[in-house]
């Protein structure tokens, strides 16, 4: 089967004045499109070819022949979860079940808040953060470069896009910056809920 590049959640200008639609343009049409077309050149005839994408990146994790092909899954993959994980009118105080388990499991929202906070800002060079569920408890996780909590057996539930390209067009070095808007402008919590479940 072929991957293809899945339409965005909302329109190219949806996440105005947070994040532009000259950023989203160029992030869902060049950068994820090109992991989507590198993906497909990589396993075409190969017994990658008809696996799902998820199975693509269980199976060339930590295999260095496969770095190639594991980088551009992971990072079709996570694009598409970074999508559903903002919304036009989102972040701020989470609604919902997530609301409960973050006071339970953080000791309160602005602790939560403050610890992906950190995640995205300390991942030196390219990568990603992320809210984890394991063992029924919530957890902050970074990633480097294409890595990603599925390939090691973990169930994300949110994630913030810190390579630069994710914020560079509007935030230029201000990776703080962009976090902050992620976070109090963004943030699809029904997404995040959905993924509780
Ligand atoms: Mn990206």
Do not use: C
């Not at 808040?113 to 957890?139: D, P, R, V, Y």
């Not at 896009?161 to 976070?183: I, K, P, S």
């Amino acid at each position: 089967m072929t991957i293809n590049l899945p339409d965005l959640p909302y329109d190219k200008d949806a996440l105005e004045p947070h994040i532009s639609r000259n950023t989203l343009t160029f992030h869902h049409e060049k950068h994820h499109n090109a992991y989507v077309t590198n993906l497909n050149k990589l396993i075409e005839g190969t017994d990658l070819a008809n696996e799902t994408l998820e199975e693509i990146i269980k199976k060339t994790v930590n295999k260095a022949e496969k770095t190639g092909i594991f980088n551009n899954a992971a990072q079709v993959w996570n694009h598409t979860f970074y999508w559903q994980s903002m919304k036009p009118g989102g972040g701020g105080l989470p609604t919902g079940d997530i609301a409960e388990k973050i006071n339970a499991d953080f000791g309160g929202y602005d602790n939560f808040i403050e610890q992906l906070k950190n995640a995205g800002l300390t991942q030196f060079g390219s990568g990603w953060a992320w809210l984890i569920i394991k063992n029924n408890k919530l957890e902050i996780m970074k990633t480097s470069n294409a890595d990603t909590p599925i390939a090691h057996g973990l169930k994300p539930l949110l994630t913030i896009d810190v390579w630069e390209h994710a914020y560079y067009l509007d935030y230029q070095n201000g990776r703080g910056n962009y976090l902050d808007v992620f976070l109090n402008n963004l943030v699809n919590w029904e997404f995040v809920n959905s993924n509780l479940v």
